[in-house]
């Protein structure tokens, strides 16, 4: 990451590595690249204390700062996830909320440290792409849903 141009830094309390970890284990091309410790006390962390962890999500560079309680997620940051699938779909969503995190609507979730997520089935994308009547059904059918039911979306493209 040390070339990275433009990378994403999200301020967790003190869970940056568990999160940076959890990611890795559940989405592919994500790894830890690296973890750093407080080099002295400061106002979130005690020397020793990990500060900065290094970490991409699906390819994309981020750091996860151990930050403290000053500051607080909200949905105006989110990482979204195009997959392929209901089974992909499943799988991601099922992930983040059954690791402590909570279901939203539209295809929204949060993980256990805050951190929104949209778990988007190419399906949606691809109706809302198109415009018109079709995607006035897709978005109709998406705003009864909690996690997306690909079915229920190529139905209402189908008319």
């Not at 992930?95 to 609507?105: D, W």
Request: net charge negative; with cysteine.
């Amino acid at each position: 990451m040390p070339n990275a141009k433009n990378t994403i830094c999200i301020w967790y309390d003190t869970g940056a590595e568990d999160a940076a970890n959890f990611y890795a284990q559940t989405f592919p091309d994500t790894q830890v690249t690296a973890v750093h410790r407080a080099p002295s006390d400061n106002p979130s962390t005690k020397a020793g204390a990990v500060l900065t962890v290094e970490f991409t999500v699906m390819g994309i560079p981020c750091i996860g700062l151990n930050g403290g309680p000053a500051f607080k997620h909200t949905e105006a940051f989110s990482m979204q996830i195009a997959t392929e699938d209901q089974a992909e779909t499943d799988r991601y969503w099922n992930a983040i909320v059954g690791n402590g995190g909570e279901e939203s609507m539209c295809g929204w979730c949060k993980d256990k440290w805050g951190i929104s997520w949209q778990i988007t089935p190419r399906a949606l994308s691809d109706a809302m792409q198109q415009g018109g009547q079709i995607a006035k059904r897709a978005f109709d059918a998406m705003m009864d849903m909690k996690k997306i039911d690909v079915a229920k979306i190529e139905a209402a493209v189908r008319g």
